[in-house]
């Protein structure tokens, strides 16, 4: 059961687990609102101090905008490091277009 049932288990949970990671991710602006301490809320306190609001949430959403890229990005590779189809696919594929020694295209 270790070894069949639950790699293939995993394999199917990682897609939706990613989904809700960058969802929770996202949704952490929204913690703000209810007073738990973390980005955005820590860009409110920053803009009441220096009132620059523009530049402070410009780079609260690089920092969302950063965080969500990557993680979605380690996500996608994790579900093709986990996908045995395409492990193969990847491993049994010719390259594209070999080129000889002489430089000229083999076809």
């Not at 293939?8 to 602006?29: C, H, V, W, Y």
């Not at 980005?39 to 690089?62: H, P, T």
């Amino acid at each position: 059961m270790r070894y069949v049932i639950f790699p293939q288990a995993l394999r199917r949970m990682i897609p939706p687990l990613g989904n809700e990671f960058i969802t929770l991710l996202k949704d952490t602006s929204l913690v703000a609102i209810i007073g738990f301490e973390e980005l955005f809320r820590r860009g409110q306190l920053i803009v009441a101090q220096n009132y620059r609001s523009f530049e402070i949430f410009a780079s609260v959403a690089l920092v969302y905008l950063v965080l969500t890229l990557l993680s979605s990005q380690a996500f996608s590779w994790i579900e093709r490091w986990m996908n045995p189809v395409e492990r193969a696919r990847a491993k049994a594929a010719p390259p594209l277009n070999p080129v000889s020694a002489s430089g000229d295209h083999l076809s």
